[in-house]
């Protein structure tokens, strides 16, 4: 069994800086991908940012590009997203996902583990 958990997420304003972390346990981190995703109300959930199972690669939604970044701490099973210049529209649950192998996509059905979300809300 694996468990994630996030932490970081509360309330920042439009143009400020938040980092959220996911913290893995359960399982061989340092051998898959993983992704952050978030869910804001009424919409489905999207991909934001992943990582490959070193760090070599990452890739990121067009909407974040130049103002989040990915990366994680594989001696600490630990992934992080630092979240600069914040929109409103940046505001949902974000949630990190392990994926079943070491190169991730942005799909939510190529993630098997999910977190249980953590709120992010940014005011204007």
């Known amino acids: 069994q694996v468990q994630l958990v996030e932490s970081g997420g509360g309330l920042g304003q439009a143009g400020g800086s938040l980092r959220l972390s996911c913290a893995a346990s359960?399982?061989?981190?340092?051998?898959?991908?993983m992704g952050w995703f978030r869910q804001a109300p009424g919409k489905e959930r999207e991909f934001v940012s992943g990582i490959s199972w070193n760090g070599g690669s990452t890739n990121d939604v067009d909407s974040v590009k130049g103002r989040f970044t990915i990366s994680r701490d594989n001696a600490k099973n630990t992934v992080y997203l630092q979240m600069n210049s914040l929109k409103p529209e940046d505001t949902a649950v974000y949630y990190c996902?392990?994926?079943?192998?070491?190169?991730?996509?942005?799909?939510?059905?190529?993630?098997?583990?999910w977190g249980q979300g953590t709120q992010v809300t940014v005011s204007s």
């Open positions: 996902a392990t994926s079943y192998r070491p190169y991730g996509g942005r799909a939510v059905r190529e993630y098997q583990y």
């Open positions: 359960g399982r061989t981190f340092s051998t898959y991908a």
